[in-house]
């Protein structure tokens, strides 16, 4: 135990250091980030149309085929794959009548590229199975390839893919190293470069991948010392440990939990539902009228799985065929500045970790209901 505490301290010593840099850093405007402004992070259309729009050969940026040149140069690690990208045209959301697909490539010779975008949402069933018929019905057998990116390069759902012949793609290596080539080229481009670069230091905050490379490494070689090596492997051991985890942040909600109730408990209107007798995810949720807000875990593996918030007109938890579609109430109420992902049924955030966030918000939420009831 005195062992891990020392090893918690010098790592505090380290963090304490990148964050006075990213504090002077933010000071020297060096972190001004429209796309961060813009809340992209947990949308993956916008995702799509960011990324679609440097691959187009006829967008704005003026460089013709060379971003989807580079891009296809980067992900398969060689020349490429054989698709004519002076004549490619990029399609977003395109329309197979059985779904969408994120990001369609094509060429006049017939050959095409599906790639399905993945930041948060989960698969939905056959997702790659049905994209992968539409692209066999279209470009025939062997003249296409698919690609599933995702932050880190996680693999499809068996649910999703199984018996698809697909490539794992992620924003964590591909599609930094492929706008870090992007910059390099456009050296002398400023309105384009740092467009780039903007969306360049979006993807490392998005993936935890923007601390300084000196505080980095000085962070490995302490891990890596022969004394912190076994308790290193210990609490990594005890983190991947989905359960381990829950239960860590769960000790850190209790203070909010009981910060909110106290505020709320006087409105008879308001009633706070056991997690469990509501929904699996649930952490904490509270009802006022016939709404319900809550905190939630994703039930994806750690470290995929997620916190969010979520507001629904339900009594109980219920399949997706059974439950009230409420659209135009939701409307009314005004939340999609909070909640930036809706439905026919619930509007709801992801907040991967974040529980001050998460908290944050299900009080801003269950603020504007109150004021609208």
Known sequence: MEQLQKLLQDVNVIL???????????KR????????????????????????????????HG?????????????????????DTSNAKVYTEYDTGDGRIDILIEDNTGYGIVIE??????????????YNSFAENKYKKDNYTIYYLTLFGYKASNNSAKGVVYKCISYSDHIINWLQRCIHECATMPLVRETL????????????????????????????E????????????????????????????QGNIYSIKKDLEKNDDISFPKPE??????????????????IGWTRDKFPKAQLFCQVEYDSVYRAKSERPKRD?????LGLDSLLNEKNDWCRYKYFKYDWRKAFDCLKKVVEIIIQHK
């Open 16 to 26: 304490q250091k990148e964050k006075v840099r990213k504090e002077e850093s933010r």
């Open 197 to 224: 670069v903007q969306y360049l230091n979006h993807i490392k905050q998005l993936t935890n991948l923007d601390m300084d490379s000196l505080n980095k490494e000085e962070l490995i070689e302490l891990l890596a």
């Open 29 to 60: 405007g060096e972190r001004f980030n429209v796309f961060e402004m813009l809340g992209v992070a947990h949308y993956e259309v916008t995702h799509s149309k960011i990324i679609a729009g440097f691959l187009n050969p006829q967008g704005s």
């Open 226 to 253: 022969k004394n912190n090596f076994e308790t290193v492997a210990e609490v990594g051991a005890f983190i991947t440990d989905a359960n381990n985890v829950k239960k860590v942040y769960s000790l850190k909600f």
């Open 117 to 130: 975008n993945k930041v948060y949402a989960g698969d939905q069933p056959e997702q790659l199975i049905r």
């Open 63 to 83: 460089q013709g085929d060379l971003f989807l040149r580079l891009f296809l140069q980067t992900i398969e690690n060689k020349d490429g794959i054989d698709i």
């Open 277 to 294: 007798d509501y929904d699996d995810r649930a952490i904490f949720v509270v009802k006022i009228g016939k709404i319900h807000v809550y």
């Open 328 to 332: 135009g109430a939701f409307n009314d």
